[in-house]
């Protein structure tokens, strides 16, 4: 007993340590230091939250910039051994797992490629992310459904290219990552009639 005992203290002490006093004191500090980040990233709209710069959205209306397309699934409400498939379900995230031989994925790509003609087309026009939750898509994704969305809000299409512009983020530190649009602020900029 005399060896178990130091253990036990051992493992609760570290228990508690670092299963809630690291973990509380790490994130009381990022509300301190970066109180944005640490909340969620969340966009208000009119004193309501609409969303999270890092979490996308499953936009569909011509008159709305798409998100790329996302691969999560819910449960089938008719069959709960069973999946369909639920953009953006974010409580789900992750990807198909379809592979390059899979029919499935082929038909999907060769019909997203078809909606979105003529070829070639951005490739995170027709393909999900990892996460199946990319709240980015690729300046020129966005270019490409410029006239679209000008068209259904009845814009100039000069002023849609404006606003992709001055929506769309460079490579972070200069060299990271690829420029970047985020479609729910940008989508948001519309509603509001930014014009830049």
Do not use: C, W
Not at 106 to 118: C, I, Q
Not at 142 to 152: L, M, P, S, Y
């Amino acid at each position: 007993m005399a060896i178990l005992r130091p253990a036990i203290v051992l493992i609760v002490l570290f228990t508690v340590l670092t299963g809630f006093a690291l973990p509380l004191a790490f994130s009381g500090a990022a509300v301190e230091v970066v109180p944005y980040r640490a909340n969620g990233s969340l966009i208000e709209r009119d004193g309501q939250v609409v969303g999270s710069a890092l979490i996308g959205q499953n936009f569909s209306a011509d008159r709305y910039f798409h998100s790329r397309p996302s691969a999560t699934t819910d449960t089938d409400p008719n069959d709960p051994t069973k999946t369909v498939p639920a953009p953006y379900q974010a409580s789900n995230s992750g990807g198909s797992n379809l592979g390059p031989t899979s029919k499935a994925l082929l038909d999907r790509v060769t019909a997203d490629v078809g909606a979105n003609g003529p070829a070639p087309v951005p490739a995170d026009m027709v393909t999900t992310s990892a996460s199946g939750l990319d709240p980015d898509i690729s300046p020129a994704n966005a270019e490409r459904q410029a006239a679209r969305v000008a068209a259904a809000r009845k814009l100039p299409e000069q002023q849609v290219r404006a606003l992709i512009a001055a929506h769309t983020e460079g490579r972070p530190f200069g060299v990271l990552g690829e420029a970047r649009v985020n479609v729910l602020r940008l989508n948001l900029a519309l509603d509001a009639g930014q014009t830049h």
